[in-house]
């Protein structure tokens, strides 16, 4: 079989449009994408930056290797993050007294400001984004979310954000 009637051969095509992980993908840059410019104009947040600010603002307390855990970031990104809230006086650091390599992470009065600001304005879009929905279709949405999560889980663990 020639390369060219390969590619068209059903069996060998892979249709990126059905394709479930690329479609989530996409999916996440459009709505991460969109998110984005709201904290980015008026805050001037990175998409790194919120996360930051988003994990601290619901866990108060955390490493830069705690952040990248939970949000699937690398650890050079956390840190750039990291840098730049603390230069802007968003976050400070302080001494882990059981592990002098780490620092905890907390957010400032500013930083707790600009976490306030942007989660009403976040809830505003996830209500936008989810107005597609039928009655009922947001809640089997996050059910089937949370079963394909839970699944990847044990095909695929998470990743040491120090790698």
Same mark, same amino acid.
């Given at each position: 079989?020639?390369?060219?009637?390969?590619?068209?051969?059903?069996?060998?095509?892979?249709?990126?449009?059905?394709? #479930?992980?690329?479609?989530?993908?996409?999916?996440?840059?459009?709505?991460?994408?969109?998110?984005?410019?709201?904290?980015?104009?008026?805050?001037?947040?990175?998409?790194? *930056?919120?996360?930051?600010?988003?994990?601290?603002?619901?866990?108060?307390?955390?490493?830069?290797?705690?952040?990248?855990?939970?949000?699937?970031?690398?650890?050079?990104?956390?840190?750039?993050?990291?840098?730049?809230?603390?230069?802007?006086?968003?976050?400070?650091?302080?001494?882990?007294?059981?592990?002098?390599?780490?620092?905890? #992470?907390?957010?400032?009065?500013?930083?707790?400001?600009?976490?306030?600001?942007?989660?009403? *304005?976040?809830?505003?879009?996830?209500?936008?984004?989810?107005?597609?929905?039928?009655?009922?279709?947001?809640?089997?949405?996050?059910?089937?979310?949370?079963?394909?999560?839970?699944?990847?889980?044990?095909?695929?663990?998470?990743?040491?954000?120090?790698?």
């Amino acid at each position: 079989m020639s390369v060219s009637a390969a590619a068209n051969d059903s069996r060998t095509l892979l249709k990126l449009e059905e394709f #479930l992980p690329y479609r989530l993908v996409i999916l996440s840059a459009r709505t991460s994408n969109a998110l984005a410019r709201i904290y980015a104009e008026r805050f001037q947040l990175t998409i790194p *930056q919120w996360r930051v600010i988003a994990t601290l603002g619901q866990y108060p307390v955390r490493t830069a290797r705690d952040i990248a855990r939970h949000g699937m970031m690398h650890k050079s990104t956390v840190s750039r993050a990291v840098t730049a809230l603390v230069e802007r006086g968003l976050l400070r650091k302080e001494p882990n007294a059981f592990d002098m390599r780490e620092e905890h #992470l907390r957010l400032t009065e500013e930083g707790r400001a600009i976490y306030e600001a942007v989660v009403p *304005q976040a809830r505003s879009f996830e209500e936008e984004i989810t107005a597609a929905f039928a009655p009922g279709e947001r809640a089997e949405f996050i059910r089937l979310i949370e079963k394909l999560d839970a699944h990847t889980r044990n095909l695929a663990p998470d990743p040491d954000p120090d790698a």
